[in-house]
């Protein structure tokens, strides 16, 4: 990352040291330069405005280490210190559940077999062939599936092969994700097309299939009041970090409008 001229900001009459952005750079190193900048200078007034409110509050923060997360910190000791917030009630909950009940269902259950046949991804050639091989295999087992235990045994690249092709019982991503996306999107009975992986090419038959099931209120409803109490949290923040902002004398620097901090979306069963 290039080298920066930090800005001189004065917040309620205090310098910023410039350090502190520095010290946030180091968080958006994915960033463009600009960017990171921007968003590490943000972060640092932020984190100074928090340092002054708890010190006029005179709530002892010395025991945190300058290199740890002190906005994070600062937050959780003012929120509790000056902001009330109200737990999820019942009726909330339900009413949460009721409108967002796909998200509460048990990931179904697959049995199946493979038979797989391993191919280098940077060896084209091998992999065309290997691909062909694959194919004219699937084209043999849907005259005849009785044979894949056999195939399996006798031709698979994969361990699974010493119990004829079994994978046993699977939930989602168990397996690698390309063919864990074409597994759970199947029926049961033989696959009827190579299922193309990073290892290589992929015959397949699903034994058994067990979908999910809905989970019932009473089960998810703390996992639900977490989730919802989590949202109050994080609008809270907003809240207080725009109320700081208002109250401040910042010069240098203009805090971006509507800057908030958004709680992570969606909960349900994984």
Same mark, same amino acid.
């Given at each position: 990352?290039?080298?920066?001229?930090?800005?001189?900001?004065?917040?309620?009459?205090?310098?910023?040291?410039?350090?502190?952005?520095?010290?946030?750079?180091?968080?958006?190193?994915?960033?463009?330069?600009?960017?990171?900048?921007?968003?590490?200078?943000?972060?640092? $007034?932020?984190?100074? #405005?928090?340092?002054? +409110?708890?010190?006029? /509050?005179?709530? *002892?923060?010395?025991? !945190? &280490?300058?290199?740890?997360?002190?906005?994070?910190?600062?937050?959780?000791?003012?929120?509790?210190?000056?902001?009330?917030?109200?737990?999820?009630?019942?009726?909330?909950?339900?009413?949460?559940?009721?409108?967002?009940?796909?998200?509460? $269902?048990?990931?179904? #259950?697959?049995?199946? +077999?493979?038979?797989? /046949?391993?191919? *280098?991804?940077?060896? !084209? &050639?091998?992999?065309?062939?290997?691909?062909?091989?694959?194919?004219?295999?699937?084209?043999?087992?849907?005259?005849?599936?009785?044979?894949?235990?056999?195939?399996?045994?006798?031709?698979?690249?994969?361990?699974?092969?010493?119990?004829?092709?079994?994978?046993?019982?699977?939930?989602?991503?168990?397996?690698?994700?390309?063919? *864990?996306?074409?597994?759970?999107?199947?029926?049961?009975?033989?696959?009827?097309?190579?299922?193309?992986?990073?290892?290589?090419?992929?015959?397949?038959?699903?034994?058994?299939?067990?979908?999910?099931?809905?989970?019932?209120?009473?089960?998810?409803?703390?996992?639900?009041?977490?989730?919802?109490?989590?949202?109050?949290?994080?609008?809270?923040?907003?809240?207080?970090?725009?109320?700081?902002?208002?109250?401040?004398?910042?010069?240098?620097?203009?805090?971006?409008?509507?800057?908030?901090?958004?709680?992570?979306?969606?909960?349900?069963?994984?």
């Amino acid at each position: 990352m290039s080298q920066f001229n930090f800005p001189e900001i004065l917040i309620n009459g205090q310098s910023l040291d410039s350090s502190n952005i520095a010290r946030n750079l180091a968080y958006f190193d994915e960033k463009k330069d600009e960017e990171a900048i921007q968003q590490a200078t943000l972060n640092a $007034v932020l984190t100074e #405005l928090l340092r002054q +409110r708890a010190n006029t /509050l005179e709530l *002892d923060n010395g025991e !945190l &280490d300058p290199n740890e997360q002190l906005m994070e910190k600062l937050l959780d000791d003012l929120i509790e210190k000056e902001v009330s917030l109200p737990s999820a009630e019942e009726e909330e909950m339900a009413f949460y559940y009721e409108k967002n009940k796909s998200k509460f $269902v048990t990931s179904p #259950l697959i049995e199946a +077999r493979h038979i797989l /046949l391993m191919s *280098d991804p940077n060896d !084209l &050639d091998h992999r065309a062939d290997t691909k062909k091989q694959a194919e004219a295999l699937l084209e043999s087992l849907k005259n005849d599936t009785g044979q894949f235990s056999r195939l399996a045994a006798d031709i698979s690249d994969c361990p699974s092969g010493k119990t004829k092709g079994s994978l046993g019982q699977l939930s989602r991503g168990q397996t690698v994700e390309e063919y *864990d996306a074409v597994l759970f999107a199947e029926p049961e009975g033989l696959i009827d097309f190579v299922i193309e992986t990073r290892f290589g090419f992929h015959l397949s038959i699903i034994d058994r299939r067990i979908e999910g099931k809905q989970q019932p209120f009473e089960l998810v409803k703390e996992q639900i009041r977490d989730f919802l109490d989590q949202k109050v949290y994080h609008r809270a923040i907003s809240q207080y970090l725009q109320l700081l902002v208002k109250e401040a004398d910042i010069q240098g620097y203009t805090v971006p409008v509507n800057d908030t901090f958004q709680p992570t979306e969606g909960i349900g069963c994984q």
